[in-house]
């Protein structure tokens, strides 16, 4: 199932989510040996970042709900991880965050510098206060944003956005515009909140987070339904894949690679390969190929 | 096609049964509340209003489980000063626990608060299993009358039993005893390294139970990552064949931040 | 647990949600009898609309998809529900819909002719290309659909509120100025979309439909913890709540009162006495009362 | 606390795996797939693209189930024309079926398309069940030859049987025959209120078999209401006792707006 997604080649469509198991590259060096097309680091910050105290990620049931808040060792502390990365024979988009267009400006150009294959800005975190989402719900602040970054990077740029902007077509219909390569959606849903009604008081420490896995599904299948039939660069869907036929769902709604995060809880770290070989198997069952199935759910009438 | 599972695993929230003070730093909460379990394992424990940190099951009954607790830091301090009757959060059990050899020829090797992981373990070991302790003084010895087997005891300024390091009566055992089909050991990274080394010089095969900042304690977050191994999932117990490949073991970790940096700097920050 | 909820006494805190059951007067009242505190009818529209096609409501294991598309008989055509109605001994909320400012006047405006003790305005449903949600995300066109509406009636007027509105809390404190007297959140969530794989297709005719049930649990406790620090008058908190635990979850947010929906897909028509009975039963255990614990979840270190 | 039930039911996409026309305007569609249920319960079958609606299982085995459609409206001669291979959305089982009395003395009153839902209870009746099946004619009557018991027969025009009403028959049967202790119906409502009607003047207890436009066809939407009644949930069957308290039986019913219309008109409207 090898695919194209912009200038590279990548072993199936399978992709990490942003944030989840971290930058080092053993472990994501691990994730890709078992069946991951596509790695994303966590996104990095313009400073060094704690996050928020614990509890920060919370399984619901049918989802997570988290509250890290954005920890970062901060874009000039990663000479370590940036140094073992470039020795890599395996493919990463590094994701960036900023608070404001001047400070993703600054860590995206910085990181460019290091090679990733791709940069993510995620314009859409809603786990803090200073950062990230208010420039996803805005087509103002999202065009500035996505101009400023695409002028200061040498590979192609990635736009995470979240499913709290009112018209989420629209905002990537924006990002294209503004130079877009590919479009990432979508964040984490909310944000939501969950109280203890022992102690009386919300469990995550930030009180409140946004919630991923299995009960986002239809949000992110909608958006990307949604964000499909307004742009016409590629759209990484992700939001609650847990299976091959999650993954099928989503690229019939107009995906061209899958995004997977939460479902690294319920199925370890062997989900990319088990997802990858359920979407074969399902296609070749069928005499079908990713491209025969890409957007198919737009058809009318067949 | 797999189903979805559904584990709701909010806190659990458990009140306090007993709190009983092991030593003047040391604490045991106990909990009246049943949880499947495997020696090593540890759960998540939330205090309202302040943190949620991992610690280790340190006592197990049908009905009831222990954590044992060493005054550190702000939260350590908050939770043995807990009384009967407080509220906790609870999420676990995590991990992947001990890989228990019901051999008649193995070894446990605890440092200080160590013992905590090893405790349940050491119940289940066979009668001449050996078992060494260290810790700083006396009174930090944890459990001194729990096990049913002797107890070589070593501590840092020699109030009691030998005056020296773990590895030195493990080295001793070794020698003159014969040698091992299996050492277990938790306790400071640098002693669990230096058992480590030790077993491999005697082609020993070992288990050692790790420490990391944790967030999800599930394997998501990313926060506990050491190597190629994730903390939380894969271990906290690593056995020889893990820790050959873990360049970090002993060397570097993560602070909250993500920051990578040497074991010395991880624990001092540890220290604020 | 009778208790008080503007003007009127209640015999407890559990209120069925809009648009489940329907607004005839027998199944109403076998719901008040089923333990229901106050009864919601489906929302009125001014026109006679039949929705959309089927399928138009599925189950999605932690919750339903809807996109029944705002079925009504219209305004006009509902008397013999109103003469019926005009007999009976349990209160209710009548929610009505209007497509602009206008036409929610009309509707409210007769409505409260017909004298329920409460009217609910939907500024909230997403399952409707005309209709509903583009009011309850804009602070202005809330604005004018409360202060129209407010004049137009002669009972109290509940504002019900979509978790879309990039920030519910401005939107409901911008419908008490306008004279809200109370605040209803939340409606579904999403839109969201869920793709048959097999025939390619989105399963609902309308193809998007919105969230309900345990999955949106997590949003609508948020929203309702905004709401609640952002405005003083009462709040009606649902989404979600299956049980007394989670309508205790509901008060310790802020609410008055707990609004019910799709928990009668899992427990029944007996739902509403079941959570009564549970909130009763966990408040005495712990020897407390409602009032106790209204907001808890806002106070910090106790 | 009850745990929160997981219940995933979305449409359940199958492929027809047999048609069987069974008279002019009647087929029925086979699933090979097997599925826990009880006679008198029905499904909601979509067909992509076009709309979903309640169907009775009127074939019921342990790898196998069918229903059995009358050609009407559009959806309806879309679905008899059908064909192997061709995949349809299902949803259910739904609702409570029948609640089977083992008597000897039962008897079983079927209108038309109404034979559906009563077919599978049939097969589970004793032998000496009175089976009583009235149609528009000959064409009309479902199963000709599928039931071991005895069955009379009527049609409007008299082509087959009696000439005249199901509930001719059923009267003959209770005068000449001796009380019942079960009567079960299914068909026109107009029909299924004489029978009730019929059996309220002799004492015996009925069951007949209600349909409503529905859309969730689990007592949510409300589409289905029928006085106090919830036809897809707490239905589709009623006893006597539900359908002596039923006002709206046999006089109104809810148009896919929601109006609450005459019957007849809610019949024509049907028609579109
Ligand atoms: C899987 C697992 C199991 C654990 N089980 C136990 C247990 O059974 N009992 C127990 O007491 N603790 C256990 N811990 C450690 C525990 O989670 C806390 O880190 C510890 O209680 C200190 O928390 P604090 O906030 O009070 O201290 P902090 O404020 O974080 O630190 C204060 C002091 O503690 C030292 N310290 C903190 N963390 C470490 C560390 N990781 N290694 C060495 N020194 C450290 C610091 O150097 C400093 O002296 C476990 C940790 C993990 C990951
Ligand atoms: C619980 C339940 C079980 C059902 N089981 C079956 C079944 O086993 N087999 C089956 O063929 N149908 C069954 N139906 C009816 C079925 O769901 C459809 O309503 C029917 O097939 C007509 O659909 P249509 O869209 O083709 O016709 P429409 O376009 O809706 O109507 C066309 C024609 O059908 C007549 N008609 C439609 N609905 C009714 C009605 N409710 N009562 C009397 N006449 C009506 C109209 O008067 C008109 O003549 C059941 C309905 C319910 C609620
Ligand atoms: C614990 C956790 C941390 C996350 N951190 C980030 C992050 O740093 N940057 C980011 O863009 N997205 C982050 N996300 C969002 C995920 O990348 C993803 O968009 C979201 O979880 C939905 O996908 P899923 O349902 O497959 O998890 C995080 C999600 C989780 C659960
Ligand atoms: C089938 C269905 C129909 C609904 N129709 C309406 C409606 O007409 N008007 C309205 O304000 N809300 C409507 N809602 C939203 C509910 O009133 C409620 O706000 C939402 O379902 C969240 O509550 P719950 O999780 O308890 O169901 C509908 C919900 C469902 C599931
Ligand atoms: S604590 Fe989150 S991955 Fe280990
Ligand atoms: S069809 Fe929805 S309540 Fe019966």
């Not at chain 1, 619901?60 to 901060?74: R, T, W």
């Not at chain 1, 919630?211 to 599904?217: H, N, R």
């Not at chain 1, 995060?261 to 296609?283: C, H, N, P, S």
Request: hydrophobic fraction near 40%.
């Amino acid at each position: 199932m090898g695919i194209r997604f912009l200038h590279r080649t990548l072993k199936n469509p399978t992709v990490l989510a942003s944030g989840i198991l971290g930058n080092s590259k053993d472990i994501l060096e691990r994730v890709h040996e078992a069946g991951c097309g596509l790695v994303t680091l966590k996104s990095i910050g313009p400073e060094p970042r704690d996050g928020h105290n614990n509890p920060t990620v919370i399984d619901l049931g049918c989802g997570l709900i988290n509250a890290v808040g954005l920890p970062s060792p901060g874009y000039l502390n990663m000479e370590n991880e940036w140094a073992e990365l470039e020795h890599r024979d395996f493919p990463i988009i590094a994701s960036i965050y900023g608070g404001s267009v001047d400070e993703y400006r600054r860590v995206a150009e910085y990181v460019s510098s290091k090679k990733p294959d791709f940069i993510e800005i995620n314009i859409s975190c809603p786990n803090s206060e200073q950062h990230g989402m208010i420039f996803g719900i805005n087509r103002d602040s999202s065009r500035a944003v996505v101009s400023a970054v695409k002028k200061a990077i040498s590979v192609p740029l990635i736009v995470k956005l979240t499913p709290q902007a009112p018209d989420i077509a629209d905002i990537a219909r924006t990002c294209e515009d503004a130079g877009a390569d590919a479009i990432c959606a979508i964040n984490t849903v909310g944000p939501g909140m969950v109280i203890d009604i022992e102690s009386k008081r919300p469990v995550l420490a930030f009180k409140k987070g946004g919630l991923s896995g299995p009960m986002i599904k239809p949000i992110a299948v909608r958006c990307v339904f949604d964000i499909y039939k307004a742009v016409s660069i590629p759209v990484i869907g992700l939001g609650g894949i847990t299976t091959g036929e999650d993954a099928i769902e989503m690229v019939m709604a107009g995906a061209e690679l899958v995004g997977i995060g939460t479902a690294v809880r319920y199925r370890g770290i062997e989900v990319f390969q088990k997802i990858a070989d359920e979407m074969e198997a399902w296609l070749s069952q069928r005499n079908l190929t990713l491209a025969d199935i890409k957007g198919a759910a737009h058809k009318e009438g067949e | 096609m797999m189903t979805k599972p559904v584990m709701d695993q909010k806190p659990l929230m458990l009140r306090v049964t007993e709190n009983k003070r092991e030593a003047p730093d040391y604490a045991t909460l106990f909990f009246d509340h049943s949880l499947a379990f495997r020696p090593g394992q540890f759960v998540m424990v939330w205090i309202p209003g302040l943190d949620e940190k991992p610690y280790t099951i340190s006592h197990h009954g049908p009905h009831r489980f222990g954590i044992t607790i060493e005054a550190k830091g702000v939260f350590s301090r908050k939770a043995i000063a807990l009384t009967k009757g407080d509220l906790v959060g609870i999420r676990g059990p995590f991990g992947n626990g001990f890989d228990i050899q019901f051999s008649q020829r193995s070894a446990v090797v605890a440092g200080g608060c160590g013992m905590a992981p090893l405790a349940t373990l050491v119940e289940q070991l066979p009668g001449d299993t050996t078992l060494i302790h260290g810790a700083r003084s006396k009174d930090a010895i944890l459990f001194p009358d729990r096990f049913a087997l002797a107890r070589e005891i070593c501590t840092d300024d020699g109030s009691l039993g030998h005056k020296g390091l773990v590895t030195d009566l493990l080295e001793r055992r070794i020698t003159d005893g014969g040698s091992l089909d299996m050492v277990y050991a938790c306790g400071p990274e640098i002693m669990m390294y230096k058992v480590f080394q030790l077993c491999e010089t005697h082609g020993i095969p070992c288990q050692v139970s790790l420490e990391r900042y944790m967030r999800c304690g599930f394997g998501v977050c990313g926060a506990c990552v050491c190597g190629k191994q994730v903390v939380c999932k894969d271990g906290p117990v690593f056995g020889s064949e893990a820790l050959r490949e873990m360049k970090d073991f002993n060397k570097k970790a993560l602070l909250k931040s993500g920051r990578e940096v040497d074991l010395s700097l991880y624990f001092s920050w540890r220290c604020r």
